[in-house]
C-alpha cells in the first residue's frame, strides 16, 4: 500500500471546492457520470482501431444507493486505470487542475455567472462526500488498483482484487448531504444531467412482462374460460435514451419521431409543436439540436430557459442567453455543442468569436426554414401565423440579417383575413393609397370590434386595412417605416380618414367662417380641454357628427413606452389626450348650431360626445350610468 499527499500547494482545497466550485452541489452526479461515459467512449474508438484487445461489448454506467452504509456508487466498463494512472490523473492532473481553477474562476463562482465545468469532473465529489474509493482495473490488463482519500490531502494507492474492466466510484456521503441517499432524488437528478447520455445509464431494475410468454386461456369446470396471468420478468432499469433524436440524420426522421420526441423533452406539455427546425453543421463549428415553435399566440412573457443546452449529449443549462439570439429563446428544443466554452462568464460569450458565428448560424437556419415552410405550404403557414407572429415580428426588430431574410415570409394579414407578404401588400395598395405628396400610407388596425366604425369607413373608399395586434407592433412599424422606402403607418383611428390618405380633392365646408367660429366657442364651453383638442373638418355629410381619434405619434410612443423602448425619448408617462373631430358637414352639427336654447345645445354636444367616447370604449363608471339615464329621457 502506498501513502501520500496530493501535490497541491493550498491545505483547504477541499473546503474552497465546496464552497466556491458549483452553486448548487447535485452537478457532482453530472460530472462523474460524464468521466465513466468518457472512459467507456475512448474505450470504444480504441477497440475500433485495434489499440485495445479488451471486448467492447454493451457497456453500461451504474449507479447504486447503498443507503444503509451511506455510500452512493457511480461504475462505468471503461478504459479503467492502473496504479500508475490513477497517481498521475488523480493526484497530479485532476487535483492540480482544480487549484489552478479556483485560483482563476473563485470570484465568479460565487454568482450564477458561470455556465459549467467540464473535464474537472472527479474531485465535485468532495462537495457531497466525507471520504471517496476509486476501484478500478485497466483494458490493458493490469493489476486492479484502489485509492482512498478522506477530503484532505493525504491519500493511499493499494492493490484491488477487482477482475472486471472499468472504475468503481464509491462517496462516503457526508451528513449535511443525505437527501444523495434517497432514490427520487437521484432518479430526478439522472433524468435532467443524463436523460441522453450515450452509454446506457442503469439505476436499479424494473418489472416488465416477459416477451416470451404468452398466456394460456384456461377453462374451469363450469366452461368459462380466462387467461393466465401475465408473467413477469425483471430487467435493468435503464434511466436514458442513449440516441436522441437530434443525434440522427434529418432524413433518418419522420414528423411523428419530431413530435414523440419533443414530449419526451416536456413531457407535461400535452399540445403538439407547430413545426421544428433540425440543426445539424460540422463547420466552421459542430453543432446539431432541434429547435421547436410552440403556439404562443400574443403572449409575450411565454416562459423562456426552455432550450435545453447539452455537450456531447451531457446537460449543460437551460439559460442559454447569449448563445442562442433573444428572439429565439422563446422557442424549445434542444442544442448540442463542443464548441461553445463552458467555464467562463456570460458576459464574455457575448464577445466570444465561436459563440457569435454559432448564433448567427441558427438565425439564418431558422430563417431558411420559416421560408421553405412559406413556400412549401402557404395555407398551412397562414393558418399558424397567429401562433408564431411574436417571434418572427421580436426577430425582426432584434436582428437586422432576420429582418432582411423575413421578407420572404413575414405575413401583413387585413381585417378581413387575407394575408400579404409586403411585396404583395406593397403592389396592392400603391394606386389607391398614396396621398398627394407621394407616400404610400399603409392602414391598421389593433382590434377589430373596438375600431369598427373606421374600418368601414376606410373599406368604404376602397382601403386595405391591415390587422396587426401583436404587442410590439408599435416597434415593429416604426422599424418598417426607417428601412422601407417612402411609406407610413397609420392606425385608422388616429384622424378622420381623408386626414389619413390625404388627396388633392378637399371637401367644401356648409358652414361660414363665422358660423365654425361660433360653433368651436361653443364646443369649448361644453367639451373639457384637458381631455380632448377640437378639431372642425369638413367630411362627406353622412359621415359621424362627432369622431374621437388618438395622434399617431403620441398613442404610438405611449406604447412603445409599456412594451419597453418608449422611454428612449425621454418623454415620461404620455398623458390620455385625443382630438375629438366634428364633421361640420353634419346635419346633426348644423342643427346644434341653429338650436336656440343654451342647455339644449349643451345637451345635444354632450349626448355627441358621449356616443363618440362610447364607441371608442372611453364611456365608463359614474359617466356611464349619467349618459344611459339622459339616453332613456330623450326617448321619452
Known sequence: ??????????????????????????????????????????????????????????????????????????????????????????????????????????????????????????????????????????????????????????????????????????????????????????????????????????????????????????????????????????????????????????????????????????????????FNIHLNVDYPFNLTGILYFPKMGRDMQIQKDKIQLYQNQVYVTDNVEGIVPEFLTMLRGVIDSPDIPLNVSRSYLQADGAVKKISSYITRKVADKLKSLFNDNREDFEAKWNDIKIVIEYGMLSEDKFFEKADAFALYPTVDGTYYTYEELFNKIKANQTDKDGKLIILYASNNDVQHAYIETAKAKGYEVLLLDSPIVSHLIQKLESTKENISFARVDGDHIDNLIKKDETTISK??????????????EVIPSEKFMVQLEAMDSDASPFIITQPEFMRRMKEMQQTGGGGMF???????????????????????????????????????????????????????????????????
Open 1 to 274: 500500500m502506498t501513502k501520500g499527499n496530493i501535490n497541491v500547494s493550498v491545505e483547504n482545497i477541499f473546503p474552497l471546492i465546496k464552497k466556491f466550485l458549483y452553486s448548487d452541489h447535485e452537478i457532482f452526479l453530472r460530472e462523474l457520470i460524464s468521466n465513466g461515459t468518457d472512459a467507456t467512449l475512448k474505450l470504444k474508438h480504441l477497440a475500433s482501431i485495434g489499440e485495445s484487445k479488451a471486448e467492447y461489448g454493451n457497456p453500461v454506467i451504474e449507479v447504486k444507493i447503498d443507503k444503509e452504509g451511506k455510500k452512493l456508487h457511480v461504475s462505468d466498463q471503461g478504459l479503467g486505470m492502473t496504479a500508475e494512472e490513477v497517481e498521475k490523473y488523480i493526484n497530479q492532473v485532476a487535483f492540480s487542475g482544480a487549484e489552478e481553477f479556483l485560483d482563476k474562476y473563485k470570484d465568479l463562482a460565487k454568482d450564477s455567472g458561470i455556465i459549467g465545468h467540464f473535464g474537472l469532473g472527479f474531485y465535485s465529489a468532495f462537495m457531497v462526500a466525507e471520504k471517496v474509493e476509486i476501484i478500478t482495473k485497466s483494458h490493458t490488463g493490469a493489476p486492479a488498483a484502489h485509492w482512498t482519500c478522506d477530503g484532505s490531502p493525504e491519500f493511499t494507492l493499494e492493490a484491488s482484487d477487482r477482475t472486471e474492466r472499468g472504475t468503481e466510484i464509491i462517496l462516503h456521503i457526508a451528513e449535511d448531504s443525505t437527501e444523495f441517499l434517497e432514490e427520487s432524488r437521484i432518479r430526478t437528478l439522472l433524468l435532467k444531467y443524463n436523460k441522453f447520455m450515450p452509454i446506457p445509464i442503469k439505476f436499479g431494475t424494473k418489472e416488465i412482462n416477459d416477451p416470451e410468454h404468452k398466456p394460456a386461456t384456461i377453462t374451469d369446470k363450469d366452461g368459462k374460460e380466462t387467461k393466465e396471468p401475465q408473467r413477469k420478468i425483471t430487467v435493468d432499469n435503464i434511466i436514458n435514451n442513449p440516441n436522441p433524436a437530434w443525434t440522427k440524420q434529418p432524413t433518418d426522421l419522420e414528423d411523428n419521431d419530431y413530435k414523440d420526441f419533443y414530449h419526451e423533452l416536456y413531457p407535461t406539455q400535452f399540445e403538439e409543436p407547430l
Open 570 to 636: 425621454g418623454m415620461g408617462g404620455f398623458p390620455e389626450m385625443y382630438n375629438l373631430v366634428v364633421n361640420t358637414n353634419s346635419k346633426l352639427v348644423g342643427e346644434i348650431l341653429e338650436t336656440k336654447t343654451k342647455p339644449k345645445q349643451e345637451r345635444l354636444i354632450a349626448q355627441s360626445l358621449d356616443l363618440a367616447r362610447l364607441s371608442q370604449g372611453l364611456l365608463k363608471g359614474e359617466e356611464l350610468t349619467k349618459f344611459i339615464k339622459r339616453s332613456y329621457e330623450m326617448i321619452k
Open 511 to 524: 358652414l361660414s367662417d363665422e358660423q365654425k367660429t361660433a360653433l368651436e366657442i361653443l364646443l369649448k
